[in-house]
Every structure is written in C-alpha cells, then in structure tokens.
C-alpha cells in the first residue's frame, strides 16, 4: 500500500505576541493531520448551543478543553505520548480508572471523575491545564514534581467520560476556562480572533479524512475504529471497495469516492451527507468482473466536499497480481 497526497482546507494559526509570556507546545507526541487531529475544541457559545471559535460544530455544548484524538484503537495500544504543554508543578494525579470507554461493559461508575486518569499542571500567574482520559498505570510524574515543556506525563487511555481513544486538554487562568485557540474571549467567526497560545502553528481542520484503504468487502465501522480494517488488496479479490473514515462533517456536505484502474475509471460514486457526524464511514466500489480485475496498479481518491470547496482529499493505492 502506498499512501498518497493528502489536502483539505485548513486555516494556519501560528502564535504571536501579544498573549503575554505563556505559551503552550503539543501536548501529545504525534503528528496532527498523520497520527492524530483535533476532534473537538472548547465551545465558545454561552447559551444551550455549540460552537468552535470559527463558529463551526466541532464541539459539544459545555466542552471545556481541546480533544486531540487518535486515529485508531490500534494506535491506542502502541502507545502514545502525554507532553507537558509549558514549564510547571504537578499539582494533583489521579491513575486509579480502568480504561473502558464509557458504556461499555465493566465501565466504572464516574461519579464526578469524568476526566477519568490524569493530573494538573500549575504554571504560575494563575494559568494551569488539565490533562483526562489517560491510560491507568502510565503516569509517570507526582504532585509537587517540577516538569518542563515536553516532558512526558504519561499516556493516552481511555479512562474516564469518553467514547474515543483521546487526550482532552483544558486551558485555565485564574480558574476561568480559556480557549487556547482565541484566549481574549471575543465572540466572533474569525479564524485568527486573538493571539493563539499555541507556541508552534496548530491548524484548525474543519473536518476530514482519519485513514482509508481498500476492502475486498465493506468493513464494519468496528473495524475501522479499531485500526483492523483491510488498507489494501491482495490476489483476486470478489469486490473492490474504497472506504474512507472522517471526523467533523455536516450535514450537506458530499463525499466523492474514485477508483483508477490501470486501464481507466473503475469506480465513480457522489455520495451526500444527510446529517452532522463527529464520525462516520463510506464506502463504495464494484464487484469483481467476470474475466477477473486487470493485473496492475489502482488508485483510490476520498473527497469531502462543503459548499463545493474540498474540505480533504485523501489518496491510496493497491497493486493486484
């Protein structure tokens, strides 16, 4: 399997001055768009609704931090890094909640402990963060412990209020919750409204592509989640299947599925989007010819398309004997 180009609209939100001193670095050890993407900011609505800092609906009502989440469950379990997000002292830990995602069988009772796993760091000034849903046994560091930008906390579970492999990480100063994509508050639909306290360049992705691949079947939604669904094809396959796996799509938006064959188009599919999904799956494809697929090299192309501009596009390729 080769993996291809991957695009999409994204808005650039490097930090500049004027946020004061205190700056935050990555605080999970991935690659955001590859390894990992946000899937939820902190809801900037004051009243019953939801709405990101750009106005849009990555958010729910009331979420109170930054949720950088992982592709897969396979991920999950390879391990992935909690990072310190700026210079400070451990003020509490908590590392005593099975990692069960939130109804699932043997789930804990939360009782408050929604955040499940994790700890708070004091940075001065009156700014701390918050770091949930971490795995049990990983945390490495105690209360009153100094730690640094970058140093490792620990890992990413599935601890506590939560239906994803993710890190949630919130933003205070002087107990309130601060947006660290627009700290000064102000209301408004503008991508770059306020000094991010982002000290690298965080994107903001209005939705895309998590993975794709080629099925010889439509996988299960299980599966995907799971990182166990089939990413390419091998022999003679009795279909040929193109799915797509994506975060942050609404309601109207289109999803073009394309496949290439050695010879030409084999598969074209224009598939709508009939309600707003923080996840979902699509998947389209043919059934294999009766003389048997042509020996060769076949390229798959995702496209999520909103108000007809391309929001991702994600490619991949299989060869078959």
């Not at 730690?147 to 309130?176: M, N, W, Y």
């Not at 707003?276 to 294999?288: C, D, E, L, S």
Request: proline share 6%; hydrophobic share 40%.
């Amino acid at each position: 399997m080769r993996l291809g180009h991957s695009a999409g609209l994204i808005y650039s939100l490097a930090s500049v001055a004027g946020a004061g001193e205190f700056r935050l670095e990555m605080p999970l050890d991935c690659t955001l768009g590859d390894t990992c993407f946000i899937q939820q900011f902190t809801d900037r609505d004051p009243g019953p609704g939801a709405a990101d800092f750009t106005c849009g609906p990555l958010v729910y009502d009331g979420h109170k931090g930054t949720d950088f989440a992982l592709p897969s469950l396979a991920a999950l379990e390879e391990g992935v890094d909690v990072l310190a997000a700026a210079p400070g002292i451990v003020r509490g830990v908590r590392d005593a909640l099975a990692d069960i995602m939130l109804g699932q069988p043997g789930a804990p009772d939360l009782d408050g402990r929604d955040c499940g796993n994790g700890l708070v760091i004091d940075h001065g000034d009156g700014w701390e963060t918050q770091y949930c849903h971490m795995r049990l046994g990983s945390l490495v560091v105690a209360t009153g412990e100094q730690v640094e930008a970058g140093t490792v906390l620990g890992q990413v579970g599935l601890s506590g209020r939560t239906e994803f492999p993710h890190l949630h990480i919130s933003v205070r100063k002087d107990g309130a919750v601060i947006d660290p994509f627009a700290p000064d508050g102000t209301e408004s639909c503008q991508i770059a409204s306020g000094d991010a306290l982002w000290a690298g360049d965080i994107a903001y992705t209005p939705g895309g592509w998590i993975s794709i691949g080629f099925s010889p079947a439509v996988p299960s939604f299980d599966a995907i989640t799971a990182g166990t669904a089939e990413e390419t094809l091998d022999g003679d396959p009795a279909a040929m299947v193109l799915w797509g796996y994506g975060f942050g799509t609404q309601r109207g938006d289109t999803v073009l599925i394309e496949i290439d064959g050695p010879s030409g188009p084999v598969h074209q599919a224009r598939v709508p989007l009939e309600r707003t999904q923080a996840q979902m799956f699509r998947a389209g494809g043919k059934r294999r010819p009766e003389a048997g697929w042509e020996a060769g090299t076949y390229e798959g192309r995702i496209t999520l398309l909103r108000d007809r501009h391309v929001i991702s596009v994600r490619e991949v390729s299989t060869t078959l004997p």
